[in-house]
């Protein structure tokens, strides 16, 4: 009510709605009178157009998103051209929405945040140059944002974090295990030498023609992969986890594939299949692949916890692990994953999978 009376007068016969909006840019704890920051944030790294008005606390006010995975399914991977034709098409409806569902005016944002990098230079463009107009027109500050970095600090958004913490990144585009001391203070343990894990289910959910399975048809390569797994047997084929000997916390992922490749040619010419149709045997060469794929990123990580604690970078009990990415959205990953922190006394933290994959959320 306090608050009421004294920012009431800001307006000249203010109309409820205006009011209400204005309100909403408050804290509303008795006695004090606390503006919040209000940012937009923007993402086109890959093929995703997604908005999203978050203020200061962590509230999200409002968001939307649209896909590509649909059509970059039937062209058996993503076009860049085609990816920045469909961003191109999307953003500017996205943008609205987002604001539109948040109930905030373009002129009460306090800025717009715009990743920047890492992603497909023709899909970033398209973000920026809509933004840098957006700043300009509305004359507000801009804030570069770092994809990954984003991803990485998700979690404090829906946990408690302290720094620091260590954090695993698998996504379509990187594979990293990095120490978070701050919020742009990061040193990098352990990163992929070749593709990334979600490239690598991508291209054997391709290579099993899983588009044609009635169950998967729409879903990513990776998510395909976690749902026929289910109904397949993980110790059917025997493939070794790659970089077995390696003493780093380096990551591989052809090696996995390319074995993958030659056990479904060998399946095909067995159940005398050509190339294109579904294998009997796809739901055990899912679960192999993606538990073959778990076993590395668990023996990996446990290398940069062992670490992190010998040389005290993180606590020696509950220290965090973050996972997030859009691999890290899978269920079987993450229960490996709890095996290995339960076993170090750490604790796995990942956000829910919808801000697992990209997002304006955790751009904003
Ligand atoms: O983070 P993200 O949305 O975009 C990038 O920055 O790359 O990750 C997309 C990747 C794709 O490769 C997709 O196949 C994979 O995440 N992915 C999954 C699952 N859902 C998406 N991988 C494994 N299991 C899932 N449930
Ligand atoms: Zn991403």
């Not at 920051?37 to 093929?47: N, P, Q, R, W």
């Not at 998103?65 to 990816?83: F, Y």
């Not at 500050?141 to 302290?162: G, Q, S």
């Not at 000997?245 to 996995?256: E, P, R, Y």
Request: one cysteine or more.
């Amino acid at each position: 009510m306090l608050i009421l009376t004294k920012t009431a007068g800001v307006f000249f016969k203010p109309s409820k709605r205006k009011v209400y909006e204005f309100l909403r840019s408050f804290n509303f704890h008795p006695g004090t009178l606390f503006l919040h920051k209000i940012v937009l944030g923007i993402e086109t790294s890959c093929d995703d157009t997604a908005a999203a008005v978050v203020d200061e606390t962590g509230n999200v006010l409002g968001e939307a998103i649209h896909s590509q995975t649909e059509v970059h399914l039937k062209t058996g991977g993503i076009v860049p051209p085609a990816a920045q034709q469909l961003h191109r098409e999307n953003i500017q409806r996205i943008v609205q929405e987002a604001l539109s569902a948040s109930r905030i005016s373009p002129s009460d944002l306090s800025a717009i945040a715009t990743t920047i990098k890492p992603g497909l230079a023709l899909s970033l463009g398209v973000g920026l140059s809509f933004s840098l107009q957006l700043v300009g027109q509305l004359k507000k500050p801009f804030i570069p944002i770092h994809h990954m970095e984003a991803h990485a600090l998700t979690i404090r958004l829906t946990n408690k974090v302290e720094f620091p913490f260590l954090v695993l990144l698998i996504s379509g585009g990187h594979c990293l295990l990095a120490l978070v001391q701050g919020v742009s203070d990061f040193l990098l343990l352990g990163k992929s030498l070749d593709i990334a894990p979600g490239d690598m289910l991508d291209k054997v959910a391709r290579r099993l023609s899983l588009i044609k399975h009635p169950e998967c048809s729409t879903m990513s390569g990776g998510k395909a992969i976690e749902h026929l797994a289910k109904q397949g047997n993980r110790f059917h084929f025997d493939i070794k986890p790659p970089l077995h000997h390696a003493k780093n916390c380096d990551f591989s992922f052809t090696g996995l594939q390319h074995v993958t490749d030659k056990i479904i040619m060998k399946k095909e010419k067995e159940e005398g299949i050509e190339k294109g149709q579904i294998l009997s045997s796809a739901a055990d060469i899912a679960a192999t692949v993606q538990h073959t794929m778990a076993c590395h990123l668990v023996k990996r990580t446990h290398r940069a916890i062992l670490f992190c604690k010998q040389r005290d970078l993180l606590p020696q009990n509950n220290a965090v692990l973050v996972a997030s990415g859009g691999v890290a959205s899978n269920f079987y990953i993450r229960r490996a994953l709890e095996i290995l922190t339960n076993a170090t006394q750490c604790t796995l933290l990942c956000p829910p999978p919808r801000l697992c994959t990209d997002n304006g959320i955790m751009i904003a």
